[in-house]
């Protein structure tokens, strides 16, 4: 009997979408966090009575024939990059990204890491870092007689220092974007690497053509929709509990076979 095998295939693809959603709202409160989403794919099917074939001598053709289908799969989970809520927190080394685009991290494996999570600090000798101390690309030192320090919608940095009156500029944020940002992938720690999926970066000033604005002092929040979520997650549990429910009538079904007289 089929029906457990394709039930049971349901099963699994109705798990594997809860872990996603799970994921989903266990990160709604992290910084830039962009919410997946599960597709699934119907499997191969069985051709008891193949569609086109001849039914007869006389040429007639099979119109619809017999397939039976054997299940679902999980075909990709892909991440679904809206923009988040921006909110203000008046920290100076927050920075939020308004539009498309990425900042650039310098890991320790040598690597260059993109993140939009924009709660940087400052390193012991002033460089500008992510709260795990990687730093930020192209890298940024700001003194340590700054009186005050701003960020431009444009990335350009300014430092006001003791003795002088104009401020002076100490370095530029830059952003990245890829082709297909749905292909990077996810590290942890809110960093992504660049995949054959994703495409080689492009990088460029915030504010122009293709490239988001950056706000200082602002954080993006994760763009997790809860009422969504939970009722993404109300109707996964209802599949794999029907899916569950066609097990045991299948079993029911091939006992009464088994007791047959």
Known sequence: MRAMSIAATGMLAQQT???????NIANMNTTGYKRQRA?????????????????????????????IGVGVKTGSVYRITGQGNLI??????????EGRGYFRVQLPSGQEGYTRAGSFALSA???????????????????????????SNQGEIQV???????????????????SNEAGLEAVGDNLFLETAASGAPTTGTPGSTGFGRLLQGFLETSNVNAVSEISSLITAQRAYEMNSRVITTADEMMSTTSNLR
């Open 17 to 23: 979408n809860v872990e996603v959603i799970s994921n």
């Open 39 to 67: 597709e699934f794919q119907d499997l191969i099917y069985q051709n008891i009575e193949r569609t086109g074939t001849n039914s007869s001598d006389a040429g007639t053709i099979v119109p619809t024939g017999i397939q």
């Open 88 to 97: 203000q927190t008046e920290n100076t080394y927050d920075v939020a990204i």
């Open 125 to 151: 000798d002033g460089t500008l870092v992510t709260p795990e101390g990687y730093q930020i690309l192209p890298a940024v030192t700001v003194p340590d007689d700054a009186l005050d320090v701003s960020i």
């Open 160 to 178: 006001l220092q003791d003795g002088n009156v104009a401020p002076s500029t100490v370095g530029n944020l830059d952003l990245a974007t890829f």
